[in-house]
């Protein structure tokens, strides 16, 4: 049996050796003639298939490279590419792969072809502001060494992309500012994410009630058409939650009591929807709440002293409600505290409703019991991609600011320890081009308000928690220097306009096309680099 053992053996490593030479030809002819040129020499199969999975992206899938990012996209030496980061493979310290994709800000039209799950060792992939547009390819789930996954402001569409559930390894998701639609899924939140960015997108169908079983510190919903209540399990997210932005999600019912429960949290934002009922007792046990906005909703009852005695709070806004009291304490200028009351009806207070406004019905308490929580309809996502919006300068600052740091450029561990193969390139079908990148505007954005923006806080509140294992985690370096300083606490304080220094890209024209999106409503909270996306 020895010798057809050693036979089987000597054609398999023959046909191994064939099938690695086929897979170079493959990938040389698949490219333009100047790309032949080249003696296509590659250190390891992880470089190339690194090679053929960026010179696809750059020759079938990128239409508009304004800034020359992809120019230095040339050869085999993928690691000298701009926006490429290359570590050693921590189980093979003399083996290097490619780590990190990070072409943040490249105003880059294109869309994400499905041979970037040849990427199979990227830890970080940040493709933030640019024009990229389509739907996520199913192939993404081949990259599971994946921790950071930021598409925020681009032009992706279709339903909530499911391949993020697909990603074992992922910690940060930052999907802002799209037209991703339909509902949240619920195991979005069974997922062990510490950070998720779904803001400014088309969202709807309500919360899933498996927020609660999120591990996340930082969880911002803003500006989608989410509709619903806030979820009781919210209380289960004691632990670990520290920031949860829901402002202009049309949100209905009452603050539920369990959000008393969140001792840890620091900004808790659910402004500018339809909520009802009082503030709840239960908000005495938010001793870490530095940030509170409840304003623009439907709220009655007294403004308890209690909240305005938290130890560590700095803002509160309850402005535009139909709250008939307010303690003492909360008018109270000692302690530094920045409130706004203004749109009430406090007697005795100016800034007030009239009268026709605080009328008996209008200010008669809410039986939260009677609250229907259905949440928003679903409908059946769009199959047409939409077109980018004209980008403008740098936004303006919001509350909150998280940041995906630039790759390092030397040793980059990826989250575990063993490394799954990346899949034959004869596996992967030629990427097809999306059909079109139509655009239409979003229906759940309003004009932004003129005056009654909440103040922002002295400082924003720090936001950290160590990735697991070796892998180097999001820090939070200070803001660019483009970026304008916050300004003091203030009861009048107006959002600053965005600078003017950066220049402005040049959009893509879709469909024929050049269409912008609305201004945002209120505050936007956004981990930058911030979005270009127009504020009024």
Not at 288 to 302: C, K, P, V
Not at 469 to 479: K, Q, R, V
Request: glycine fraction near 6%; charge should be positive.
């Amino acid at each position: 049996m020895a010798r057809p053992t050693f036979l089987f053996l000597f054609l398999f490593a023959a046909f191994s050796s064939a099938t690695t030479t086929l897979e170079a030809t493959i990938a040389v002819s698949t490219f333009p003639a100047a790309v032949d040129s080249y003696q296509l020499h590659f250190p390891n199969p992880h470089i190339r298939r690194a090679y053929f999975a960026l010179q696809t992206w750059k020759t079938t899938a990128i239409f508009s490279d304004p800034k020359n990012f992809t120019s230095s996209w040339v050869g085999p030496n993928v690691c000298a590419y701009t926006g490429i980061y290359c570590a050693l493979l921590p189980s093979h310290p003399s083996i290097t792969v490619v780590a990190s994709v990070d072409l943040n800000g490249a105003d880059i039209a294109g869309y994400l072809p499905p041979e970037l799950s040849l990427l199979s060792d990227i830890t970080i992939l940040h493709l933030n502001s640019n024009r990229f547009c389509g739907v996520l390819p199913d192939t993404l789930r081949r990259l599971r060494l994946l921790h950071e996954l930021d598409l925020s402001n681009n032009r992706f569409a279709g339903n909530f992309p499911s391949v993020v559930l697909s990603l074992p390894s992922l910690r940060y998701l930052d999907l802002r500012f799209n037209e991703f639609e339909g509902p949240i899924p619920s195991a979005l939140f069974r997922l062990p994410l510490d950070a998720i960015f779904l803001n400014s997108n088309r969202l709807h169908a309500g919360i899933p009630q498996t927020l609660g079983d999120s591990p996340a510190s930082v969880v911002v919903l803003a500006n989608n058409e989410l509709g619903g209540c806030i979820p009781s399990s919210i209380g289960k997210m004691e632990k670990t939650l520290s920031e949860i932005i829901l402002l202009n999600d049309n949100l209905t019912g009452c603050i539920p009591p369990e959000v008393g429960k969140l001792r840890k949290v620091k900004v808790f934002d659910v402004s500018f929807n339809r909520l009802q009922g009082p503030i709840p007792a239960s908000f005495a046990g938010l001793a870490s709440a530095e940030q509170l906005d409840i304003g623009r909703n439907r709220l009655t009852g007294f403004v308890p002293g209690f909240v305005c005695r938290l130890p560590r709070l700095q803002n509160f806004t309850f402005s535009h409600n139909f709250l008939t009291g307010e303690a003492s304490e909360c008018g109270a200028r000692g302690r530094g505290l920045v409130r706004d009351g203004r749109g009430n009806c406090i007697a005795g207070i100016t800034n007030q409703r009239p009268p026709t406004q605080c009328t008996a019905a209008d200010t008669r308490e809410f039986d939260c019991s009677k609250a229907k929580c259905g949440g928003g309809r679903i409908r059946k996502a769009r199959r047409i991609p939409p077109s980018p919006p004209t980008p403008v300068s740098n936004s303006p600052k919001g509350f909150f600011t998280v940041t995906p740091p630039p790759p390092p450029v030397s040793e980059l561990s990826p989250p575990t320890k063993s490394y799954a193969p990346p899949p034959p390139m004869a596996s992967i079908p030629p990427s097809p081009p999306p059909s079109s990148c139509g655009h239409s505007t979003p229906s759940h954005f309003a004009p932004s308000p003129a005056t009654d923006v909440s103040p922002p806080p002295t400082e924003h509140p720090a936001y950290h928690l160590p990735p697991p294992g070796s892998l180097p985690g999001y820090h939070h370096p200070p803001p660019a220097q483009h970026s304008k300083p916050a300004p003091p606490p203030s009861e009048h304080l107006r959002e600053p306009q965005p600078p003017q220094e950066m220049p402005l890209p040049s959009p893509l024209e879709c469909a024929g096309q050049n269409l912008t999106l609305p201004p945002v409503v209120g505050v936007s909270y956004a981990s930058p680099p911030p979005p270009t996306i127009p504020y009024s």
